[in-house]
C-alpha cells in the first residue's frame, strides 16, 4: 500500500493560507495575498491529483477499491467506550471529491487574481476562499460523522462570510443572513440524525457505523426495534440526516437560500454555491449510501421524490427568470435534484458521476457568468445581447458549458445525465418521465440564456480586450474539461459495492432525451435569437403557470407567511412577553427589594466619626456579651 | 514592701478606659478625641503589664505586648495628625462635626 500521510497537507495548505492572510493579509492587501492563496491551491491540487492516480493506480482490476484510513488521531476522549477520532478516508468518492475541490477550486482562485482585482479587501477574500477550500477537503476527507459535521458547520461558516463579502450592499447582508438561518435549521435535523445514528450504532466512524448498521448485529436490532411514532429510529436517523444534506444542496423547500446566495461574488458562486458545498449533501448521502440502500425502501422513495421535484421545480423557475446568475443557481439546484433522484433510484455511480461532470460545466457557466458581469456591469440579460463578437472566447466557452448540461453528444452531461436517467427508467417510470422532461428544460432554459446574452442583438466588436489572462486561462481549462470529463471510465472506480461496472453502452436509449434536448434548444433558437415578441406572446399563452413561475411558486412569501405572521406571533410574541415580564420582572424584583432595604438602612451610615465608633463599642459590647454569656 | 493588690490597678485601669471613652463620644475637638484614644489604649497596657506581673512572674510576653502597643500608638498619633492637619487646611476647622461629608 503506498503512503499517503502527505494528505494531511491537502487540507491543511488552503488553512495556512487563510491563517497567513487572516493576520497579515489587510497590510498588503492586493500584492502578494493573492499569490498565497493560490500557491497554497495549487499544490493541494497537484497533490489531489496524484492521490488520485495513486489510489487509483493501487486498485486490484477487477476486485473493489478498499477503503484507506492513511491518518487516525484521537482527538477527545470521554469515556473507554466514546472518543472522537479526527481520521481521513480514502474511498473512491472522497479521491474524487478532493480532486473536483481542489481543481475548482485552483481555477476560481486564478479567475479571481483578474475578477477581483482592485477590490479593497482582496486579502480578506482570499482568506476566506483559503477556509473555505480548507473545510471542504476536510468535509469530504472526514473518517467520522462527528468530524464531517464540524467540516460541514466550517463551510456553512465559510459560505456565509463569502455571500456577505459586500457587506455594505443591504442585499448581500440579508442573503448571507438567510443562508445562515436556512441552512442551520436544516442543520438541527441533520445533528439529531447524528445523534440517532451513533446512540445506535455505538460508534461515530463511518466505516464501523456502516458495518453495523448493514449487517445482522446487537446494534441493528436495536435500531430497528426502537421506534417513534411507528417509524423505527433507522428511518428516522436517515431521515434527518436528508434533511441537513437537502438544506446544504439546496432542495425543495430548503432552496431558498440558495438564489439569494448569488449575491457574492461571481467567482464565489462558482466555487461554493454550484462546484462543491452544495453538493455536500447529496455527498453525504452517498457517504451513508449502504445503510440508505439496506434500510426501510420508503426512505430511499423520499430522497428520490423530493430530489425529482426539486430538479423539476427549479428548471421551471428557471425559465422566467432574469438575472443570469438566478438562472444558474435554479440550474444548479435542478441538477442537484437530478443528483438526489439518482441516488433515490439506486443510480449511486450515475449520481457520483453526474456530480463530477456538473462541477466541471456549472463552474465554467458560472467563470463565463463572471466575464459577462464584469463587461456589462449588470445581471439582467436585458442589458444584455449580441456579446458574441465582444467576447468570442467566453461565447465559445459557455456555448460548450450550455452543450455539456443539455446533454448533447459528446459532452460530459451526456454522459452522467444517461446515467441518471437509465437508473431512473429502472426504478421508477414517474420519476424517469420527470426527469426527461426537465432534461428538454434544461436544454430550453440555457439555451434561452445564451442566445439572450449572445445574439439578439446584432454584435459589434470593439476594442477592449477581453478580458485578462488569468480570467481567460481557468475558462479554457475548464472548458477542457466540460468536454472530456464524460470519458473518464467512472463506473469502473466508483460503485456502490466497490466492484467495478462495464460502463453502459450508449444505444437506442439515449434517443429520447437527446431528442428532447434538441427540440428544447431549436425552441429557444425560436423564441430568442432575434429581438421580437414571441417570448411575451409564449408568457402569455402560460398565463398563470409563466406568473407563478416567475415568482418562483410565491415559496418565499409563504416562508415569510409562516415565519412573520405564524411564528412571529404565536411563539415569537409569548416568548418575549415571558422574556419581558417574568424573567425579567425577577430581576426587577430582586433590584427593587434591594434599593428598598437600602434606603432603610442608609441612615447608619452618617459620616459622623463619632456615631461610628459609638456602633465600634457597641459592638464590642454586645459580643463580650455574648462570649461571657457562652463560656460560663 | 506591701503589694498593691490586682483589683487596684484594674479599677485604675478601667477608669482610665471609660475616662478615654466618655471624651472620644463627647468631645468634638479631634486633637482632644486622639488624647482621649490615647488613654483608652494606655489602660490597656496597664492590664497587660499588671496580668503579667501577678498571674506569670516568670513570663515577659504582656510586657511585650505593651512596648507594640506603645509602638503602634505613636504611629497612630502620627497618621492621625496628618489626617487632622489635611482636614484642616481644607475645611479651616479641626472640629469633628464639620467634618461629615463621607456619607450615603
Known amino acids: 500500500m503506498p503512503n499517503y500521510a502527505y494528505i494531511a497537507l491537502i487540507p491543511l495548505l488552503p488553512l495556512a493560507a487563510f491563517v497567513v492572510l487572516g493576520l497579515c493579509g489587510r497590510k498588503y492587501q492586493g500584492r502578494w495575498s493573492g499569490g498565497v492563496g493560490t500557491g497554497a491551491v495549487l499544490i493541494s491540487a497537484g497533490l489531489s491529483l496524484w492521490t488520485a492516480y495513486q489510489y487509483f493506480g493501487a486498485c486490484p482490476a477487477d476486485a473493489a477499491c478498499l477503503p484507506v484510513t492513511p491518518l487516525k488521531v484521537t482527538w477527545l476522549t470521554f469515556s473507554p467506550g466514546l472518543s472522537i477520532d479526527m481520521s481521513i478516508i480514502l474511498d473512491p468518492i472522497s479521491v474524487m471529491m478532493i480532486v473536483v475541490v481542489s481543481f475548482v477550486s485552483l481555477m476560481v482562485h486564478i479567475f479571481s487574481l483578474g475578477y477581483m482585482k482592485g477590490e479593497s479587501r482582496f486579502g480578506t477574500y482570499y482568506a476566506f476562499l483559503g477556509l473555505f477550500t480548507f473545510s471542504m477537503l476536510g468535509l469530504v476527507l472526514s473518517g467520522n460523522i462527528f468530524e464531517i459535521y464540524i467540516f460541514w458547520e466550517l463551510v456553512g461558516c465559510s459560505s456565509f462570510l463569502l455571500i456577505g463579502y459586500y457587506f455594505d450592499r443591504p442585499p448581500a447582508v440579508a442573503a448571507a443572513k438567510k443562508a445562515f438561518i436556512v441552512t442551520r435549521f436544516a442543520d438541527l435535523g441533520f445533528l439529531v440524525g447524528i445523534l440517532i445514528l451513533s446512540f445506535h450504532a455505538e460508534t461515530l466512524d463511518f466505516h464501523t457505523l456502516i458495518l453495523r448498521l448493514t449487517h445482522p448485529s446487537p446494534q441493528l436490532a436495536s435500531i430497528t426495534t426502537a421506534s417513534f411514532l411507528g417509524i423505527s429510529m433507522l428511518s428516522w436517523g436517515l431521515v434527518l440526516v436528508f434533511i441537513g444534506g437537502a438544506g446544504k444542496s439546496a432542495l425543495f423547500p430548503l432552496h431558498i437560500w440558495l438564489p439569494d446566495a448569488m449575491e457574492g461574488p461571481t467567482p464565489v458562486s462558482a466555487l461554493i454555491h454550484a462546484a462543491t458545498m452544495v453538493v455536500a449533501g447529496v455527498y453525504l448521502v452517498a457517504r451513508l449510501y449502504p445503510v440508505y440502500a439496506f434500510s426501510d425502501p420508503k426512505v430511499l422513495q423520499l430522497v428520490l421524490y423530493v430530489g425529482a421535484l426539486s430538479a423539476l421545480l427549479a428548471a421551471i423557475i428557471a425559465c422566467t427568470q432574469t438575472d443570469i446568475k438566478r438562472v444558474l443557481a435554479y440550474s444548479t439546484m435542478s441538477q442537484i435534484g437530478y443528483m438526489m433522484f439518482a441516488l433515490g433510484a439506486l443510480g449511486y455511480t450515475a449520481s457520483m458521476f453526474h456530480l463530477f461532470t456538473h462541477a466541471f460545466f456549472k463552474a465554467l457557466l458560472f467563470l463565463c457568468a463572471g466575464v459577462i458581469i464584469h463587461r456589462v456591469h449588470s445581471n439582467e440579460m436585458k442589458d444584455m445581447g449580441g456579446l458574441r463578437k465582444r467576447l468570442p472566447l467566453t461565447h465559445g466557452c459557455f456555448l460548450i458549458a450550455c452543450l455539456a448540461i443539455a446533454g448533447i453528444p459528446p459532452f460530459s452531461g451526456f454522459f452522467s445525465k444517461e446515467e441518471i436517467l437509465l437508473a431512473a427508467y429502472h426504478a421508477n417510470k414517474f420519476v424517469y418521465a420527470v426527469g426527461l422532461f426537465t432534461s428538454g428544460l434544461t436544454a430550453f432554459y440555457m439555451f434561452r440564456l445564451y442566445f439572450s446574452v449572445f445574439w439578439r442583438r446584432e454584435g459589434v466588436g470593439d476594442h477592449h480586450r477581453e478580458a485578462a489572462f488569468t480570467m481567460k486561462a481557468p475558462l479554457v481549462i475548464l472548458a477542457a474539461g466540460a468536454v472530456f470529463a464524460g470519458f473518464v471510465p467512472f463506473s469502473r472506480w466508483v460503485t456502490y459495492d466497490g466492484r467495478p461496472e462495464e460502463p453502459h453502452a450508449v444505444g437506442a436509449f439515449a434517443i429520447a432525451p437527446v431528442a428532447l434536448a434538441l427540440l428544447g434548444m431549436l425552441l429557444a433558437g425560436f423564441l430568442y435569437r432575434k429581438e421580437s415578441n414571441r417570448p411575451a406572446k409564449a408568457a402569455a399563452a402560460f398565463g398563470a403557470l409563466y406568473t407563478f413561475a416567475y415568482h418562483k411558486f410565491y415559496i418565499d412569501e409563504v416562508y415569510s407567511f409562516v415565519t412573520k405572521k405564524i411564528i412571529f406571533n404565536f411563539i415569537g410574541r409569548p416568548a418575549a412577553w415571558i422574556d419581558r415580564n417574568i424573567v425579567d420582572g425577577f430581576m426587577d424584583l430582586l433590584a427593587a427589594v434591594t434599593a428598598w432595604m437600602s434606603a432603610r438602612i442608609k441612615g447608619f451610615q452618617s459620616g459622623k466619626v463619632q456615631d461610628y465608633a459609638l456602633y465600634f463599642f457597641a459592638g464590642i459590647a454586645a459580643l463580650a456579651v455574648l462570649f461571657i454569656y457562652i463560656y460560663t | ?104
Open chain 2, 1 to 104: 514592701m506591701n503589694q498593691v493588690p490586682l483589683s487596684h490597678i484594674l479599677f485604675v485601669s478601667t477608669a482610665l478606659f471609660f475616662i478615654g471613652m466618655y471624651g472620644l463620644f463627647t468631645r468634638r475637638n479631634m486633637i482632644t478625641m486622639l488624647m482621649s484614644v490615647e488613654l483608652i489604649l494606655n489602660s490597656v497596657n496597664i492590664n497587660f503589664i499588671a496580668f503579667n506581673k501577678y498571674l506569670y512572674p516568670e513570663k515577659l510576653e504582656g510586657v511585650f505586648f505593651s512596648l507594640f502597643i506603645i509602638a503602634i500608638a505613636a504611629a497612630e498619633a502620627a497618621v492621625a495628625i496628618a489626617i487632622i492637619i489635611n482636614l484642616y487646611r481644607n475645611l479651616r476647622s479641626i472640629d469633628v462635626e464639620d467634618a461629615n461629608e463621607m456619607k450615603f
